[in-house]
Structure formats: structure tokens, C-alpha cells
T-cell receptor
Framework: DSGVTQTPKHLITATGQRVTLRCSPR?????VYWYQQSLDQGLQFLIQ???????AKGNILERFSAQQFPDLHSELNLSSLELGDSALYFC?????????????FGSGTRLTVV | LAKTTQPISMDSYEGQEVNITCSHN???????ITWYQQFPSQGPRFIIQ???TKVTNEVASLFIPADRKSSTLSLPRVSLSDTAVYYC???????????FGKGTRLSVIA
């Protein structure tokens, strides 16, 4: 157990639908990062939150959004889903300040859009 | 962000030492070198991080020459369970998003 909890582990939904992925960071970590991993694209950075505020944005589609709540857990919302959104979605957390000895990843949510 | 180049794949027999070299010619003064390991359908796992010279932990060693334009991850006496993708990343440590490349797919053969 890495200390980063992602739910659900698996999700199957239809095109056009909306889903929410949840991430609880490791205790004490202030930063949360979301990544998407598909077979042809590798690990793609989507977005980062630090202590409730958006810190950095990567290749995140406009149909996707995220937020980090006061208790530091984060949610990634995916809407108007397309077949190409099928992927593994990972959340990672880090302390967020000073020297970090690596980021801790969760076990991921496998999203299948049918 | 400094671009990294590493071999797409490597094969090794069990019990051998494996060295994976990563080049990062444009590394900046504040950048650290970090390696991650990823098994299929699992999140990447931090292996080791260094700034210069040599770093060793219970899993691996990281060799960084003086010019820091490359680094070598050394895995001693690999086993079948070391079969995974290994990513080399270069970034300013602390609160910055990691950008992953394609990584090196290591296959350990019995």
C-alpha cells in the first residue's frame, strides 16, 4: 500500500457519460497530480493541485476538470466521455515544498468507455 | 524541462547486473535525476534520485558523471520480478509535475 488511495479501481461507462475519479493523498502530502496512461500515449501529466489551488496544467482536455478539497483529497471529473478516454488514470502525491524524494503514485483507476 | 533519452528496451538473464543509461544533455543546474519503475497496470514507483556522483539504496545504484549529462541506473543481480518499465526523469525537485518519457522496458529472462 503506497498510502495514496484511488477509487474506484475499475469503471465501465458509456460514451457521452460523466464520471468522477477520487484520490486521497498520502498523509501529510499537500500536492496531488493526475496522470493518464493509455497504450499509445504513455504517461501524460494532466493537472496538479497544491493545498487546494491549481498549480500546473498539462495535457488536460476541456472536458476534464479537477479540484482539491480542504481535506486535501482530489477528484478528477471526466465528461462527455469518448472511446479514446479509455485509459488508466493515476493520482500521485508529494509533500509539495522543498526537496521531495519522489512522488507516490496510487494504484490507478482503469476507465473503460464503451 | 530537460529532455531525456534512454533505450526503448533491454533484455537480461536472471542474476546479472543491469545498467540502464539515460542521457540528458540539457540538464539545468537545479535539476535532479530521478528513476521510477512501473509494473503493468500499476502506478510508477520511485526507485532512486540523485544530483551528482553516486547514490545507492537497497534497490539500486545511480551513477552520475561530473558533467551530469547522463546517468546510469544499476540494478544488481536482477530477478524475474524486476521485469518492468524504467523511467528516467530530470526535473527541479519539489512541487513540480514529472514529465514521463517512453521509458526502458526491461525483460528479465530465466
Amino acid at each position: 500500500d503506497s498510502g495514496v488511495t484511488q477509487t474506484p479501481k475499475h469503471l465501465i461507462t458509456a460514451t457521452g457519460q460523466r464520471v468522477t475519479l477520487r484520490c486521497s493523498p498520502r498523509s501529510g502530502d499537500l500536492s496531488v497530480y493526475w496522470y493518464q496512461q493509455s497504450l499509445d500515449q504513455g504517461l501524460q501529466f494532466l493537472i496538479q493541485y497544491y493545498n487546494g489551488e491549481e498549480r500546473a496544467k498539462g495535457n488536460i482536455l476541456e472536458r476534464f476538470s479537477a479540484q482539491q478539497f480542504p481535506d486535501l483529497h482530489s477528484e478528477l471529473n471526466l465528461s462527455s466521455l469518448e472511446l479514446g478516454d479509455s485509459a488508466l488514470y493515476f493520482c500521485a502525491s508529494s509533500e509539495g515544498g522543498g526537496l521531495d524524494y519522489g512522488y507516490t503514485f496510487g494504484s490507478g483507476t482503469r476507465l473503460t468507455v464503451v | 524541462l530537460a529532455k531525456t533519452t534512454q533505450p526503448i528496451s533491454m533484455d537480461s538473464y536472471e542474476g546479472q547486473e543491469v545498467n540502464i543509461t539515460c542521457s540528458h544533455n540539457n540538464i539545468a543546474t537545479n535539476d535532479y535525476i530521478t528513476w521510477y519503475q512501473q509494473f503493468p497496470s500499476q502506478g510508477p514507483r520511485f526507485i532512486i534520485q540523485g544530483y551528482k556522483t553516486k547514490v545507492t539504496n537497497e534497490v539500486a545504484s545511480l551513477f552520475i558523471p561530473a558533467d551530469r549529462k547522463s546517468s546510469t541506473l544499476s540494478l544488481p543481480r536482477v530477478s524475474l520480478s524486476d521485469t518492468a518499465v524504467y523511467y528516467c526523469l530530470v526535473a527541479i525537485s519539489g512541487n513540480t509535475p514529472l514529465v514521463f518519457g517512453k521509458g526502458t522496458r526491461l525483460s528479465v529472462i530465466a
